[in-house]
């Protein structure tokens, strides 16, 4: 695998990298999200007893690494899979959407997440839709409108402020004339490609280093039932822990939030305060503020 395309991602905010696994690995992994619905298994994909290599496979490493310029890309437990739940509408990721003075605009925000999306999607609709370049602008609305056509077997990174959209559908005769995803009610369901046949499976992942971005980005995780709903099923293996020690400098978040209330967090988000006036002591303790830059 040759990797040169930082440039391009730094100026797209994202990439696709092809043909990363083979069939057969797609296979397992559809299997092992299959088994892990029938057992119940809802926690970091690291303590997941089917799916637990992916985030230390060494081609996957070998992306992060590169893109984040770090020998040791930090994981913090935010890894799932979602079958058929597809986050529709143009969204960001990152702590504070919405307000261009935010450190999330004024420097690089250094989470990248990443799919793999285990069924055809250059075929098929279904896709994840985004806007190139849009990772530097604090809006919604900018950015041309692009299509990940991932086949099994390509994975795609991309940045935490990227906007994008769950969903995506390309039209039967001319797949490269998108539809704006908001746009999409006013067309017949003829217009489109259908969806694939199998499930819609995606494997979900974010990785980083220690910096300060790291740390806005935790602590606001640290908001959201979701996330922590997630760590608080996550018992790690040591023997998953020791394989992966090496390569990852794992944080277990999923230790510091085991007795909390998901009742008083938020099924939304609420952007992360940066002034100090309401990034103030209050705040940090409500959410168990901790300094991971500095750990
Ligand atoms: O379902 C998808 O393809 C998009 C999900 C999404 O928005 C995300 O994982 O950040
Ligand atoms: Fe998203």
Sequence with gaps: MELNFKKVFE??????????????????????????????????????????????????????????DTDKPCWWGEGNWRVDNVALGWHKDNA??????????????????????LQDHKNFSGGLSIRAGSHKICNTDTGELRYFDSEPGDMAFWEQTIT??????????????????????QYPDS???????????????????????LTRHLNYLKTRTDI?????????QQEYLDKAKDKLDIIQIANEVKGWDLSK??????????????????FKKSVGWKDYHKE
């Design 228 to 236: 922590v709903r997630i760590w608080q099923n996550t018992e790690y």
């Design 96 to 117: 504070q959407r919405f307000c261009p003075g935010a450190p999330d605009w004024k420097e690089p925000y250094t989470v990248i997440r990443s799919g793999i999306y």
């Design 164 to 185: 994008h959209s769950g969903g995506g559908r390309i039209t039967k005769w001319f797949p490269n004339k998108l539809i704006d995803p908001h746009e999409y009610w």
């Design 11 to 68: 100026k797209d905010g994202y990439v696709i990298v092809r043909g990363m696994f083979s069939r057969d690995e797609i296979k397992k992994m559809r299997e092992g999200i299959e088994r892990s619905l029938k057992e119940n298994i809802d926690s970091d994909i690291l303590s997941n007893p089917y799916l637990h290599h992916i985030p230390t496979d060494e081609r996957v490493l070998k992306v992060y690494k590169y893109l984040l």
């Design 191 to 213: 217009k489109f490609r259908p969806y694939p046949n199998e499930a819609r499976m995606v494997i979900f992942m974010n990785m980083g280093r220690r910096d300060q971005c």
């Design 265 to 282: 967090l938020s099924q939304r988000h609420h952007c992360l305060p940066y002034v100090p006036i309401f990034l103030n002591d209050e």
